[in-house]
């Protein structure tokens, strides 16, 4: 029996590999058709690759597109950590890259100096990978999953869902605009920012009736830590986690609310509709990890990261496939109690 779902596609950098792995898991599973998807930064990224793959060359065409960007991503990187992080845990290799001094220079210029004082070589890395997808098939309406992509306007402070024909590799590139490493991406006179700000990723657009009830996360922030950072690094890395989980999380509650108002009666049956969250993640994973593996596309990290995507998503189908359709598996209720 064939499910139809909807992904929701978190950025989080580097981290995105985690969510490479997990759509690796759900293309294995042909029971899986992934009907939309919503992503910001990383997400839209993996989102664009994944739906540019299933129109061209269906699951295998999808698995070779998702490869072929981490790889480009992966490559992005001088080398130099390579072989001998291979062999180390994820806390100590994001700490490894906390203290070197390149990483060190670069956040302390960060904080200080303008992206627009400063040469765009990390941008335009980015643009070059971006600008060899096949936009024809990225932004068909005619085929593969509905595609949402995320991006915050500057001027306005709102969010700015971008789909169909205005996808382009601005608009992705928009998505993943951190406002302290590059300029604003104008599009059509409007300059935006990352899509975490707003919509991480926006949930909203996969709520249209002709669309499953099903929505699946794929988080790469971690909703909690039970430590209280008190290190300059680990005080930013959390301010980070909590301000690109804050919209993701005034969604979730807002969905939380409907589904309260359904079951006890006070709106009608079908008046709004009843979405079913679920959510794939590996916080213990992520809590080893930081902004400092997020900017730095470590090859062994983004290793590890897709290996705990695919086994975090198949630990969720095992559990899970027949609540697809049925039921949550994540207890909003409990998460806003």
Same mark, same amino acid.
């Given at each position: 029996m064939t499910k139809r779902i909807n992904l929701a596609l978190q950025g989080g950098?580097?981290?995105?590999?985690?969510? !490479?792995? +997990? @759509?690796?898991?759900?293309?294995?599973?042909?029971?899986?058709?992934?009907?939309?998807?919503?992503?910001?930064?990383?997400?839209?990224?993996n989102g664009a690759a994944l739906k540019a793959g299933l129109v061209k060359g269906g &699951?295998?065409?999808? &698995?070779?597109?998702?490869?072929?960007? !981490?790889?480009?991503?992966g490559a992005q990187e001088d080398g130099h950590w390579d072989g001998w992080l291979e062999a180390w845990s994820p806390r100590a290799v994001s700490k490894a890259i906390e203290m070197s001094p390149p990483y060190m220079i670069w956040d302390m210029l960060s904080r200080g100096i303008s992206p627009y004082s400063t040469p765009e070589f990390t941008s335009q +890395?980015?643009?070059?990978?971006?600008? &060899?997808?096949?936009?024809?098939?990225?932004?068909?309406?005619e085929g593969g999953p509905r595609l949402h992509v995320c991006a915050t306007s500057v001027r306005t402070g709102k969010i700015r869902v971008f789909e169909d024909g205005e996808i382009s590799s601005d608009a992705i590139l928009a998505s993943a605009c951190l406002p302290t490493l590059f300029p604003a991406v104008e599009i059509d006179g409007e300059a935006y920012w990352d899509g975490g700000y707003t919509g991480n990723p926006a949930l909203f657009p996969l709520f249209v009736n002709d669309l499953p009830r099903d929505v699946l996360v794929v988080n790469i922030n971690p909703l909690e830590r039970a430590e209280v950072p008190t290190t300059a690094a680990d005080i930013q890395n959390r301010i980070n986690e909590i301000s690109f989980n804050t919209s993701l999380l005034r969604e979730l509650r807002a969905i939380d609310f409907v589904q309260r108002l359904i079951h006890e009666g006070t709106i009608p049956e079908g008046a709004m509709k009843d979405v079913?969250?679920?959510?794939?993640a590996d916080d213990g994973l992520m809590r080893q990890l930081s902004v400092?593996?997020?900017i730095v596309p470590n090859p062994a990290v983004i290793h590890q990261l897709r +290996?705990?995507? &695919?086994?975090?998503?198949?630990?969720?189908?095992?559990?899970? %496939?027949?609540?697809?359709?049925?039921?949550?598996?994540?207890? @909003?209720?409990?998460? %806003?109690?």
């Amino acid at each position: 029996m064939t499910k139809r779902i909807n992904l929701a596609l978190q950025g989080g950098g580097a981290h995105g590999a985690f969510t !490479w792995g +997990a @759509l690796d898991a759900i293309l294995d599973d042909e029971r899986i058709e992934v009907a939309a998807i919503s992503g910001t930064s990383a997400g839209a990224l993996n989102g664009a690759a994944l739906k540019a793959g299933l129109v061209k060359g269906g &699951r295998d065409g999808a &698995r070779e597109n998702l490869a072929w960007l !981490w790889d480009q991503v992966g490559a992005q990187e001088d080398g130099h950590w390579d072989g001998w992080l291979e062999a180390w845990s994820p806390r100590a290799v994001s700490k490894a890259i906390e203290m070197s001094p390149p990483y060190m220079i670069w956040d302390m210029l960060s904080r200080g100096i303008s992206p627009y004082s400063t040469p765009e070589f990390t941008s335009q +890395a980015l643009r070059r990978i971006v600008e &060899r997808f096949d936009f024809d098939d990225v932004c068909t309406p005619e085929g593969g999953p509905r595609l949402h992509v995320c991006a915050t306007s500057v001027r306005t402070g709102k969010i700015r869902v971008f789909e169909d024909g205005e996808i382009s590799s601005d608009a992705i590139l928009a998505s993943a605009c951190l406002p302290t490493l590059f300029p604003a991406v104008e599009i059509d006179g409007e300059a935006y920012w990352d899509g975490g700000y707003t919509g991480n990723p926006a949930l909203f657009p996969l709520f249209v009736n002709d669309l499953p009830r099903d929505v699946l996360v794929v988080n790469i922030n971690p909703l909690e830590r039970a430590e209280v950072p008190t290190t300059a690094a680990d005080i930013q890395n959390r301010i980070n986690e909590i301000s690109f989980n804050t919209s993701l999380l005034r969604e979730l509650r807002a969905i939380d609310f409907v589904q309260r108002l359904i079951h006890e009666g006070t709106i009608p049956e079908g008046a709004m509709k009843d979405v079913l969250v679920h959510m794939v993640a590996d916080d213990g994973l992520m809590r080893q990890l930081s902004v400092a593996t997020k900017i730095v596309p470590n090859p062994a990290v983004i290793h590890q990261l897709r +290996a705990a995507g &695919r086994g975090a998503a198949e630990r969720f189908l095992s559990a899970h %496939f027949d609540d697809l359709g049925a039921r949550s598996t994540v207890d @909003l209720r409990a998460m %806003f109690a």
